[in-house]
């Protein structure tokens, strides 16, 4: 009995997900990060872009700060995967994390104007 009331006292978690451009071109591979502003990096959350689209599950809610980091785009010329700019100073962006599903999307490169709900 004590087991189920301590589960159903479990603080409910966030989902982001959306799709990841550069210059209007998915971004074919890379990672989107988020790290708790508060420095409690255990509570830190990552998952890899695959063919412009990420999904990130049970984030503790929360405001986090935002990192892209790694990533690659293939254009129809060639298929070789080109690295693009990436990292913290790249894409300086803070979000809030509530329980439930955010959708955001990533515009980045020369067009790119930053997070897109």
């Known amino acids: 009995m004590w087991l189920l009331l301590l589960v159903g006292c479990a603080p ?11 210059d209007e071109v ?20 990552s998952l ?9 599950e049970g984030i503790i809610p929360g405001e986090r700060r935002v990192s892209l980091e790694n990533l690659g785009i293939r254009s129809a ?10 990292g913290p100073d790249t894409y300086p962006a ?11 999307d990533f515009s980045l490169g020369r067009g790119g104007d930053g997070p897109a709900p």
Not at 12 to 21: F, I, K, P, Y
Not at 48 to 56: A, K
Not at 77 to 86: G, K
């Open 48 to 56: 890899r872009i695959v063919d412009g689209w990420y999904r990130i």
């Open 12 to 22: 409910q978690r966030g989902t982001l997900e959306r799709r990841v451009t550069y």
């Open 77 to 86: 010329s060639s298929p070789e995967l080109t690295r693009v700019a990436a």
């Open 26 to 45: 998915p971004v074919s591979d890379g990672h989107v990060m988020l790290f708790p502003t508060d420095g409690n990096y255990r509570n830190a959350s």
């Open 94 to 104: 803070t979000i809030v994390v509530a329980p439930g599903k955010l959708t955001l």
